[in-house]
């Protein structure tokens, strides 16, 4: 019965975000577009031969910075810029006198644009292969099914980091900034210019240990065919879930607290 | 035109808004650090590219950090003046008070580029000109008066070209309303001016001079500095800067012809 009835919820809650966005679909286009970064650095690496040292092909580091691409457009996560909005316009305060934690409603947001936005990345990837036919591959399915459940983790432990850094709207106003510090480690090493793998030995050494590389770089490694540690990796990604979930839980329920309505 | 006047005018912008970016003055510190971590980034970026090969487009390490050096400048002057004001004129029009702005007996254009500025672009601009001092000695360039007013033309040059490519995209606002992501695609292509163009392929590279003349943001200034620079290429920049800056003018006058106000 309860099991049913969240599971009514989220099935509404997706169908209307879905709409929502499909009413955007320029908006989401021009934002896949945005995404191509990786295939400019692609150019560098292979038109300067970086990759020899490396021992990386081209083809396969060509496939690698699609990959990366792909797992960026479905783990993007704008969620503190939607609450520091609502929060600022007083949005938040009917939020919260619903029986639904706000949050489920961004969540649904953002899956509703990532479905919107399939279509879009898939006329992208389809240019790439006309230019570099000699790339093109076929993941065996339970590779695919394994990558595309660590982009989703990789998506979770991106909306949840975001999310704590929405919840400090509660006391800052303006969390934003914050959230483009936190972009800067995201934006170097999660390997979406550069695979972690060509890093030099004094950051490869510590990296691991953070979240960064498992954000990009090893969804990417994993459906590109390059070589990874698939089962660390997948625990790393739960580890890093596991941890940030209960810090976000409980920022949330302090930030409630501390809430003022805005002109009350 | 009354020059005297807009000094007027523009003073008291700078005035007021200073007055409410400094209500959020954490938010100046933590957008600092991100300046700060961005250019170490960066620089990290090309460490891994230049230990995998001496040269990337015939640029040293030391020759490139000159092109990270201007980009930073530049991304501060973006920071200070373009991206605050240029994003305003979304709001403008979709909230109806592009309005009052046309009805205020100053020229709407200079009104809505100059109304704002973020201090934290500062720092970036500041840390640019650090490692182009740093980059002027490492690559012992002397400086001379010719050397300093051509790279000061350039380099301007290359600030004209750069607002007028923020403008006109901020002016299609008038037609399809939300271009918030096509700024987003602007700034992925700028991305590209951190890089000498040499390292690129040869399509990209018409495609960066010809079509976004991202190549002369960047690439012209630096050779400058390295002295490697043929008079017609500057003679170009100039040019291209003066067509970019009137045809800016007249898309704006031509796009507010087009302008019905919201709600009426």
Known sequence: MISNLINRKIFTLLKVQYSNMLEYRV??????????????????????????????????????FLCAFFV????VVWVVFSFEEDSLMGKVSPYLIQPLNPFFRYFAQHLAEQITRFPFALIIAFFFFIFNPESIWIPNLFILILSIVSTFLSFLIQFLMQSIVACLCFWTEKASSIERLLFIPTLFLSGLLA??????????????????????????????????????????QIL????????????????????????? | MNLRKYLKVYKKFIHTSLASEFEYKTNILIDLITAILSLIGSIFLLSIFFHNNGYIGGWTFEQALIIQGIYTILNGITNTWFNPNLTEIVKHIREGTLDFVLLKPIDSQFFISFKKINPSGFLEILLGFFLLFFCIRINQINMNLSFLTLSLITISCSICILYSLWFFISTTTIWFVKTWNAIEVLRSFLYIGRFPLNSFSFSLRVFFSIIIPIAFITTIPSEVFLGLSQFWKILLEVIVAIVFLITSRRFWLFALKFYSSASS
């Open chain 1, 27 to 64: 908006e989401i286009a021009l934002w896949a577009i945005s995404g191509i970064i990786p295939f400019f650095m692609l150019n560098i690496w292979t038109n300067n031969n970086l990759n020899e040292s490396i021992n990386i092909s081209d083809i396969l580091l060509s496939r690698y």
């Open chain 1, 72 to 75: 960026r457009q479905f783990s």
């Open chain 1, 195 to 236: 695979p972690v793998v060509s890093f030099p030995v004094y950051v490869k050494s510590w990296i691991y240990l953070t979240p960064f590389p498992y954000l990009i770089d090893f969804p990417a490694n994993l459906l590109s065919g390059n070589e990874t540690n698939i089962s660390a990796g997948l625990t790393m």
């Open chain 1, 240 to 264: 890093w879930i596991l941890l940030l979930f209960p810090l976000f839980k409980k920022i949330w329920s302090k930030g409630t607290k501390k809430y003022t309505a805005m002109g009350s």
